[in-house]
């Protein structure tokens, strides 16, 4: 059984940090990408990389500020926040690519397997 699970939300100031985790269980994926939906808005996409780690793709609106990396061994893909903004408040989903696709992209409907999501709240 395929399984995705994020951790390491929570309630940090404008201007901090977090760091986000997503452990795959049940198989590797090709490429894995990170997306957030806050209260009364569509789901947006963050970034993503690709399993071999030589690709990775970032929203306008987070780069410079967000890293994605990956940890083959552990099955695990990181997001780093910095500076993080109070927009940025919202429930962050990591999600799998089939392995036929072997770059992250924008769209949801590319990505097969999803979390359940980790709250990120940031204080003004």
């Known amino acids: 059984q395929v399984q995705l699970a994020e951790s390491g939300g929570g309630l940090v100031q404008a201007g901090g940090s977090l760091r986000l985790s997503c452990a795959a269980s049940?198989?590797?994926?090709?490429?894995v990408g990170w997306f957030r939906q806050a209260p009364g808005k569509e789901r947006e996409f963050v970034g993503g990389?690709?399993?071999?780690?030589?690709?990775?793709l970032y929203a306008d609106s987070v780069k410079g500020r967000f890293t994605i990396s990956r940890d083959v061994a552990k099955n695990t893909v990181y997001l780093q926040m910095n500076s993080l903004k109070p927009e940025g408040t919202a429930r962050y989903y990591c999600?799998?690519?089939?392995?036929?696709?072997?770059?992250?992209?924008?769209?949801?409907?590319?990505?097969?397997?999803w979390g359940q999501g980790t709250q990120v709240t940031v204080s003004s």
């Open positions: 999600a799998g690519r089939q392995p036929a696709f072997t770059i992250p992209t924008t769209t949801t409907n590319d990505y097969d397997f």
């Open positions: 049940g198989r590797t994926f090709s490429a």
């Open positions: 990389i690709s399993w071999s780690g030589n690709r990775t």
